[in-house]
T-cell receptor, first 114, second 113 residues
């Protein structure tokens, strides 16, 4: 079964420091990987996705993620955290271009401390 | 704004009530989704419609009944719900499937009393 794991329930980082939110996926075919962010009382917003090609993917709000096939990981990163980045982050995986099924991780709460 | 709207934003209903959630997308997408988001649990995909045809139904109890009258509108009809159905219900849409990202509405916070 397809799945993703977000090993950290919460990540705390000081404003201006680099941040990393971790995600690993189960190995089954060619994964399509996504990151979403959810602010309080809002729906999920798409940040970035990996389909194929360059392993480093750049997305919205200065975020990027690196697809690492050998480690089955797709960690989300940002060089300098902002207080406004504080939110809930979800990694998601889909297998197969014809699939509608998007499987989400449990989410990681990011807190950026001023 | 993501181009996906949901009404109402908040709903409190008794276990014997019947209510409906509405979702509308203004993006020209062909697929629409209902998700359930409960505290400390991953998002659960409930239903998927593609071009108004239901293509996935993930073992959802029959007290939840979806309806997709056209590619822009999606409803979730609720009846005789249980307190454990209290959650945030999210609607999403995508251009197609597979490679396309999904765009989410703000959700309906449902409380069943």
């Amino acid at each position: 079964a397809q799945s993703v794991a977000q090993p950290e329930d919460q990540v705390n980082v000081a404003e201006g420091n680099p941040l990393t939110v971790k995600c690993t996926y189960s190995v089954s075919g060619n994964p399509y990987l996504f990151w979403y962010v959810q602010y309080p009382n809002r729906g999920l917003q798409f940040l970035l996705k990996y389909i194929t090609g360059d392993n480093l993917v750049k997305g919205s709000y200065g975020f990027e993620a690196e697809f690492n096939k050998s480690q089955t990981s797709f960690h989300l990163k940002k060089p300098s955290a902002l207080v406004s980045d504080s939110a809930l982050y979800f990694c998601a995986v889909r297998y197969g271009a014809g699939s509608y099924q998007l499987t989400f991780g449990k989410g990681t709460k990011l807190s950026v401390i001023p | 704004e993501t181009g996906v709207t949901q009404t109402p934003r908040h709903l409190v209903m008794g276990m014997t009530n019947k209510k409906s959630l509405k979702c509308e997308q203004h993006l020209g997408h062909n697929a629409m989704y209902w998700y359930k988001q409960s505290a400390k649990k991953p998002l659960e995909l409930m239903f998927v419609y593609s071009l108004e045809e239901r293509v996935e139904n993930n073992s959802v109890p029959s007290r939840f009944s979806p309806e997709c009258p056209n590619s822009s509108h999606l409803f979730l009809h609720l009846h005789t719900l249980q307190p454990e159905d209290s959650a945030l219900y999210l609607c999403a849409s995508s251009l197609s499937r597979g490679l396309d990202e999904q765009y989410f509405g703000p959700g309906t916070r449902l409380t069943v009393t």
